[in-house]
Structure formats: C-alpha cells, structure tokens
C-alpha cells in the first residue's frame, strides 16, 4: 500500500516519523531488521533513494544501525528509545497547543479540552 | 553510468518549433520524471534521447556519441503507442524479444511477467490494456540498459495498474546505475517516485532540479510548482 505524503515537507523526514512512531509503539521492536530498501521503496511508493537517506538520517541519530551487508536494524539502547518517545510527544504536544491558538483557546480549555477527550474515549491513563 | 548531455538542441517540426536550444545534462543515474502540459515536447525529449528522430539543429551526446542508431544498445524506449504483436503469446512475445536484443535478460522477463501475474501462455491480444501496459514495461526492463526511457507509462492506465507499475520500477531499476526517464501527466502519483524533475513548457527545459531541494525550498508539491511555471 502507497502512503499518503504532505506537501510541505520532503519525504525522507516524513518516512523517518513514520518509522521513528513504529519503533515508539513497539511495532518495530529493538534488534529488529528493518525491510530492505526495495521493499520498503515499493511498499511506500517511493523512490529508493529516499529510502537510503532516510535510514541513512535515522542512523546518524542513533535510532537505527546499519551492518554491512546485513541491512538495517532497530537500535537495542532502550534509553534511545525513551529519548525518541519522548521527543515525539513533545512535537505532537507542540502541534497541539499551535492548534489550540489559532482557535483562540486558552491553556485552561485546552487542558480541560484534553481531559475529557481522555476520559471520554478512554486510554491507557 | 551513462552521461546525456544536450547541447543546444533544437526541434523543428515543418516550422513550427517542438524544443528549442536545450542545453542541459541530465543525472547520470536514478528516476527522472519529464513533466508538463500536452505538447511541450516532452516525447519528441524522450525520441531525441533514444536517437529515434534527429535534432534540426544542435546535439545529444550519450557517453560522448552522438545520438542515432546505434543508442538502442545504451537506450531503451518503451512506447506510448502499441507494440506488441497481437498474434504472440507472452511466452512468444519474450523469446521475441530475446531474439531481437542481444541484452535482453529472459530471466529477468519471466521474474518480472510472475511478479505481475501474467500467464506465459495469454495471447496479446487477449490482454486487457493493462496486461498489455504490464507486458510492454517488462519487456523494456528485463533489457537492463543504462538508460530507460518510459514515455507516458502511467498514461490510461486504472489506478492498480499505475501503483503496479512504478512498484516494478522502483523494486527493479537500479537507481545507482540505471538512468530512468519517465513522462507523465500523473504528476501527484510520480511525485514520490522522482529523484530529479525536468518541466518542460512550450519546448523549453523551465525546471531542472532535485526533487527533494525544490520541495524543501518552496514547500509545495510538484504539482503546484507545475501549475505557477506554466501559467
């Protein structure tokens, strides 16, 4: 299945949310290999070589490892993954709290907003 | 690797004039898409790169060789129009082919043909439009020559057919030292797919760049960027 990309931003970085956001949910566990680059570039609908740079971008934050001629793994330092969920969140908080402004809600609605959209739909508390 | 280099290339058709001075070099490997409006003289490129139709003035070098008969070793050419021969079987088609191009890799066809689910013993002329589409690209790619040129692949096709296809491309070109030139009016769906674009409007080459760097400079799809250059 092709994904569906934005406009706004180039490929790689939105392949490397894609993958960061899988490995933070567990979908992709440590020591995990990841597809080849082909696979991956026909399964996303994209070209090889952003698949390239974006497990090449991947690895330079320590996210992934490369070993030759083997392919591409998920890293094994739990602490890197911690670090990853964390910086995720913060930018979904982020998004979150520009969209609240431009509705002119305030940080106390916003919360309360929060709140019960928890409570309602319920969630891992 | 191969280098293509344009130079000066120009394009008449009785007066009128179809490209117009081009001077360019094109990537030496990777997915190049040609992009623009009917009649920008995107296929008369693709021929002039293939050596199918001879520039009226200026040159296509590839590799440093002037562009003509002898391309077909380095160029390969899928057509727009139909060609294949109705009377063939798949299995015929491709003992054809092997026949008439000394690289051709029948292997590599048959990969290709299964990887598709087309049947070796299907007559061509039993073959919906996209079978056909299928058959053609994988007659063209089991070539594996450094340079491809795939004029309107996309073109009337359904949209599994399309996915289908770019998926063979992407999973069989190799990117590091195959050049692909691809025309398309699917621009949002090419998008992804493309190393580098090419616009061409009212013959002339208005947008040679890195996909990549034009997207992360004017944080806009393609497709947009096609519209403002064009107007």
Partial sequence: MAMEFNDYQPIYQQLMDHISQRICRGDLTPGEKLPSVRLLAAEAGVNPNTVSRTYMELERENIVESKRGQGTFVTTEQPVIEELRRSQAAVQADRFKYSMEQLGIDKDTAIGLLQHAWDEKGGSS | ?231
Avoid: W
């Fill in chain 2, 1 to 231: 690797m191969t280098e293509v280099n344009l130079h000066k290339l120009t394009k008449k058709y009785g007066r009128k004039e179809a490209l117009s001075q081009l001077e360019i070099q094109l990537p030496k490997a990777g997915i190049t898409g040609i992009i623009g409006p009917n009649g920008s003289g995107k296929s008369t490129l693709l021929k002039l790169i293939c050596g199918l139709i001879r520039p009226s003035s200026g040159s296509v070098e590839l590799n440093g060789e002037q562009a003509g008969r002898k391309s077909g070793a380095v160029a390969a050419y899928l057509s727009e129009e139909d060609s294949l021969y109705d009377y063939m079987t798949i299995k015929g088609t491709v003992s054809f082919a092997a026949g008439v191009y000394p690289d051709f890799d029948q292997e590599l066809a048959m990969t290709l043909l299964k990887e598709m689910k087309l049947h070796e013993s299907e007559k061509v002329k039993e073959l919906s439009r996209g079978n056909k589409a299928r058959l053609k690209l994988a007659v063209t790619m089991a070539r594996k020559t450094p340079v491809l040129c795939l004029d309107e692949p996309l073109s009337g096709m359904d949209p599994l057919v399309r996915e289908d296809i770019l998926r063979l491309i992407v999973t069989h070109l190799d990117v590091d030292r195959q050049l692909c030139l691809i025309t398309s009016h699917e621009v949002k769906e090419l998008e992804p797919f493309l190393d580098h674009v090419l616009i061409v409007h009212e013959g002339r080459v208005v947008v040679d760049r890195n996909v990549e760097d034009l997207k992360e400079e004017n944080r806009k799809s393609l497709i947009d960027v096609l519209r403002e250059v064009t107007v």
